[in-house]
């Protein structure tokens, strides 16, 4: 577990983005922004993209700007929501 001030833990943050509608390009810049914007040495944070036929994967940052144009299956498996839930 990583500290910050004074003991207290990261908090864990889930950053889902991108999904099969019209704004997934926009959701995807957003997400980009957003992560950018956080405090790493406040949160833990999860990377979660839907593509553009309704798969999740959890991405890497470094991969976030690319969402939009590749396919990520080679980074890992599809997961589905109940997957990352734990159901």
């Given at each position: 577990?990583?500290?910050?001030?004074?003991?207290m833990?990261?908090?864990?943050?889930?950053?889902?983005?991108?999904?099969?509608?019209?704004?997934?390009?926009?959701?995807?810049?957003?997400?980009?922004?957003?992560?950018k914007?956080?405090?790493?040495?406040?949160?833990?944070?999860?990377?979660?993209?839907?593509?553009?036929?309704?798969?999740?994967?959890?991405?890497?940052?470094?991969?976030?700007?690319?969402?939009?144009?590749?396919?990520?299956?080679?980074?890992?498996?599809?997961?589905?929501?109940?997957?990352?839930?734990?159901?």
């Amino acid at each position: 577990t990583t500290l910050f001030r004074s003991g207290m833990t990261k908090i864990k943050v889930a950053l889902v983005f991108g999904g099969r509608g019209g704004e997934h390009e926009v959701s995807v810049r957003s997400a980009a922004s957003i992560y950018k914007a956080l405090d790493k040495n406040k949160y833990d944070v999860t990377l979660l993209g839907v593509d553009k036929i309704g798969r999740w994967q959890i991405v890497t940052p470094k991969w976030l700007p690319a969402y939009n144009e590749m396919q990520l299956l080679n980074q890992g498996d599809a997961l589905s929501p109940t997957d990352l839930l734990g159901e």
